[in-house]
Nanobody, 113 residues
Framework: QVQLVESGGGLVQPGGSLRLSCAASRTFSMYVLGWYRQAPGKQRELVATISRDGTTNYADSVKERFTISRDYAKNTVYLQMNSVKSEDTAVYYC????????WGQGTQVTVSS
């Protein structure tokens, strides 16, 4: 059974930093992992992905501010969020492109002073 468990969300001030983690129940070293987010009243959108060779891809809105990385030994993918803005407020979801795709339960990130 595939399980993805996100953690690290919370309340952060504008301009601050936060690191999200997503722990997988098994190794996904051969698959693309990603972070998506969904703000209230909006559709879920791609934030960043990382392929098996480490190639990364980012939404334009988070480039130069967010960094996705993965630890193969820990079966974990991270999202380092720097210089956060109020528009980054959303529920953040981890995703693995394995068979039909699997999602985590999400972690809330709120950017507010």
């Amino acid at each position: 059974q595939v399980q993805l468990v996100e953690s690290g969300g919370g309340l952060v001030q504008p301009g601050g930093s936060l690191r999200l983690s997503c722990a997988a129940s098994r190794t996904f070293s051969m698959y693309v992992l990603g972070w998506y987010r969904q703000a209230p009243g909006k559709q879920r959108e791609l934030v960043a992905t990382i392929s098996r060779d480490g190639t990364t891809n980012y939404a334009d809105s988070v480039k130069e501010r967010f960094t996705i990385s993965r630890d193969y030994a820990k079966n974990t993918v991270y999202l380092q969020m720097n210089s956060v803005k109020s528009e980054d407020t959303a529920v953040y979801y981890c995703y693995v492109n394995y068979y039909s795709g699997y999602w985590g339960q999400g972690t809330q990130v709120t950017v507010s002073s």
